[in-house]
């Protein structure tokens, strides 16, 4: 199947299934407790394992998330073994993404702030393609430009005073360059 063609809303089921039946096996060979919310979000599947134990839990995001990345990217490989497909299925623990979102947000509106009260860029830390789409479409939405540089895992993104109405067509490209699911 094509990146560009749209997966259908039983594909995306299916693929939400099979990785729920997947973190099931891992979380009773890790003899944690948790529960397996799916569906369907903004296109794509979603998987989330909340629990009422935060002990347990906690384990399963790991220090910046590094173990929450590491089940979504072996539970992606589990769904293409079992549809032949690439997926972009999200794995989310106790609602880490949504206070990761909420946390870039914040960085991103204070180098925002920097940004005009100096009219200087301000670079960002390094970050994954993820990150960076959720600090571009923030600076879009403030009216102001950004755009990535370096190369992985060293890429970061650098914000800017808006200059002219040329900058909104760089602003796209480069915000769907960073868009890649690979690291959500």
């Given at each position: 199947?094509?990146?560009?063609?749209?997966k259908?809303i039983?594909q995306?089921n299916?693929?939400?299934?099979?990785?729920?039946?997947?973190?099931e096996?891992?979380l009773?060979?890790?003899d944690?407790?948790?529960?397996?919310?799916?569906g369907v979000?903004?296109g794509?599947?979603m998987?989330q394992i909340?629990?009422?134990d935060d002990t347990d839990?906690?384990h399963?995001i790991?220090r910046?998330?590094e173990?929450v990345d590491?089940?979504?990217?072996?539970t992606?490989?589990a769904?293409?073994q079992k549809t032949g497909?690439?997926s972009?299925?999200i794995?989310?623990?106790?609602g880490f993404?949504?206070?990761?979102?909420?946390?870039?947000?914040?960085?991103a509106?204070?180098?925002?702030d920097?940004?005009?009260?100096?009219?200087?860029?301000?670079?960002l830390?390094p970050?994954?393609?993820?990150?960076?789409k959720?600090?571009?479409d923030?600076?879009?939405e403030?009216g102001?430009k950004?755009?990535s540089?370096g190369?992985e895992p060293?890429r970061?993104?650098?914000?800017?005073?808006?200059s002219s109405?040329?900058?909104?067509?760089?602003?796209v490209?480069?915000?769907?360059?960073?868009a890649?699911?690979?690291d959500?």
């Amino acid at each position: 199947m094509a990146q560009d063609d749209a997966k259908t809303i039983d594909q995306l089921n299916e693929e939400a299934d099979i990785a729920a039946d997947y973190l099931e096996g891992l979380l009773d060979i890790a003899d944690y407790d948790g529960d397996i919310e799916m569906g369907v979000r903004n296109g794509r599947p979603m998987v989330q394992i909340v629990a009422d134990d935060d002990t347990d839990i906690k384990h399963l995001i790991g220090r910046n998330g590094e173990v929450v990345d590491a089940l979504q990217q072996l539970t992606r490989l589990a769904v293409q073994q079992k549809t032949g497909e690439r997926s972009h299925l999200i794995v989310d623990v106790d609602g880490f993404l949504k206070h990761k979102r909420q946390h870039l947000r914040n960085v991103a509106l204070d180098a925002i702030d920097e940004v005009r009260e100096t009219g200087e860029p301000v670079d960002l830390k390094p970050m994954n393609s993820f990150e960076r789409k959720i600090v571009h479409d923030v600076v879009r939405e403030e009216g102001f430009k950004s755009r990535s540089h370096g190369e992985e895992p060293h890429r970061y993104v650098t914000i800017y005073l808006k200059s002219s109405a040329a900058d909104d067509a760089d602003d796209v490209d480069d915000a769907a360059d960073d868009a890649a699911p690979a690291d959500e």
